[in-house]
């Protein structure tokens, strides 16, 4: 008869934990992973938000922050002294199908011809659908350019272009660690000049006191 027979469950389970560890082991169980929630951000669990609401038409955004640093060159040397910030730029692009009547100026995402100088500034959000994790925001974006193309065999397609103030990801922007440290010496220096100079005037009333006393005895 066809099947398993009872004996043979044991070593077809020994057969599974063995397919399990050669998966795990070989680090393709990373990228596909059997568990119910993934390890890894996909286009198809992301959501994409401009001013707080879901962007219906949208397939694909891409950002690209530019935090640019300056050489500082001295004489008599190829390499550079040290490297300071200069500035930071953040651009990114939407591209998404075009729906008649749903287009950027209709949803006030783009200026129009009128409000191109009164425009507001709109916030853009890319957070993973599953665990809610943050992937991209900037509160401060302006669309800077549209591009558009129909053909007779596909649907129509556009590309927003922006440029933002400033951006956040998953980790809550701060000052660093150092800096803080900094700061602190800073503080505890000040704070001990203040302690220092008030214990030196404190001695110098004291000495007023003690010869004002002795003035008034002798005098």
Do not use: C
Request: glycine share 8%; hydrophobic share 40%.
């Amino acid at each position: 008869m066809g099947g398993f027979t009872l004996k043979e469950i044991p070593f077809a389970e020994k057969i599974g934990n063995l397919g399990t560890s050669l998966i795990r082991e070989s680090g393709v169980g990373e990228v596909f992973s059997t568990k119910p929630r993934a390890k890894y951000a996909a286009g198809a669990r992301t959501i994409i938000r401009v001013n707080g609401k879901p962007l219906a038409f949208a397939f694909s955004v891409s950002w690209n922050i530019q935090t640019q640093q300056t050489p500082i060159r001295t004489i008599d040397d190829f390499l550079p002294y040290e490297y300071a910030p200069k500035f930071i730029e953040v651009t990114g692009k939407i591209s998404g199908w075009h729906i008649p009547g749903e287009g950027p100026t209709a949803l006030d995402i783009q200026q129009n011809i009128l409000s191109f100088l009164f425009h507001r500034y709109i916030t853009v959000e890319v957070r993973d659908r599953t665990t809610d994790a943050l992937l991209f925001f900037a509160s401060n974006a302006v669309i800077v350019s549209r591009s558009e193309s129909i053909n007779v065999d596909d649907l129509a397609r556009m590309e927003l272009e922006f440029k933002a103030i400033g951006w956040k990801d998953e980790k809550e922007p701060r000052t660093p660690a150092l800096a803080r440290g900094m700061q602190g010496a800073k503080d505890t220096a000040t704070s001990t000049d203040t302690s220092l100079s008030q214990k030196a005037g404190n001695a110098l009333n004291d000495a007023a006191s003690a010869i004002r006393s002795v003035t008034k005895k002798l005098f």
